[in-house]
């Protein structure tokens, strides 16, 4: 799987965007995108996946650029109950029992 | 409905004691995984199973890692003779059946293993 590089650590206000970036320049045409995060002593969780198209859940936005090689994540409106390890990961289309590859994560500190 | 649950939380070994995992997946999930994550690191894979059937196994550290799943529901992960090194989180994750929505991962919220 293609390689992820993530800022170790950031912060945010709350209330306010988080924008949490990651390069994965040498991504394949079939590779996703997925976003991951891991809130203390607890597993990891899903938020988002995409292939190119920008997409929205009830949880966060993921915007692609349109080279493929990077994506920012968006909690749009970051509580302290978001703080956590955000896990970004590339992984071959969306094959069943295609295992996950974790990297170092960006860990987000969201104030008061 | 219910997630994936994992037993114990927390387990203290002695070392060279052997100790056993448990997972209990999400009802009619068919994929399993098992991962561990050492302090400060993000989660390595160990092994995947589909229903009872370990298809890969490229992950686990040593032969003293052994995982099985023989009615493909609840899976245990077992460790012999363990080591300081095994110290880690054991995380396990479960995948819907194809066909039923995105191929995320379920995850556990994981054994805490502790070997002195």
């Known amino acids: 799987d293609a390689k992820t590089t993530q800022p170790p650590s950031m912060d945010c206000a709350e209330g306010r965007a988080a924008n949490l970036p990651c390069n994965h320049s040498?991504?394949?045409?079939?590779?996703?995108v997925y976003w991951y995060r891991q809130i203390h002593s607890q597993g990891p969780q899903y938020i988002i996946h995409?292939?190119?198209n920008n997409e929205t859940n009830e949880m966060a936005s993921l915007i692609i650029t349109e080279d493929r090689k990077s994506s920012t994540l968006i909690l749009p409106h970051a509580t302290l109950r978001d703080t956590a390890v955000y896990y970004c990961i590339v992984r071959v289309a969306e094959e069943y029992g295609n295992k996950l590859v974790f990297g170092a994560g960006t860990i987000l500190r969201v104030k008061s | 409905g219910a997630g994936v649950s994992q037993s114990p939380r927390y387990k203290v070994a002695k070392r060279g004691q052997d100790v056993a995992l448990r997972c209990d997946p999400i009802s009619g999930h068919v994929s399993l995984f098992w991962y561990q994550q050492a302090l400060g690191q993000g989660p390595e894979f160990l092994t995947y199973f589909q229903n009872e059937a370990q298809l890969d196994k490229s992950g686990l550290p040593s032969d003293r890692f052994f995982a099985e799943r023989p009615e493909g529901s609840v899976s245990t992960l077992k460790i012999q003779r363990t080591q300081q090194e095994d110290s880690a989180v054991y995380l396990c994750?479960?995948?819907?059946?194809?066909?039923?929505?995105?191929?995320?991962?379920?995850f556990g919220p994981g054994t805490r293993l502790t070997v002195t």
């Open positions: 995409g292939l190119k």
């Open positions: 040498t991504i394949s045409g079939n590779e996703y």
């Open positions: 994750a479960s995948t819907a059946p194809p066909g039923q929505g995105v191929y995320e991962q379920y």
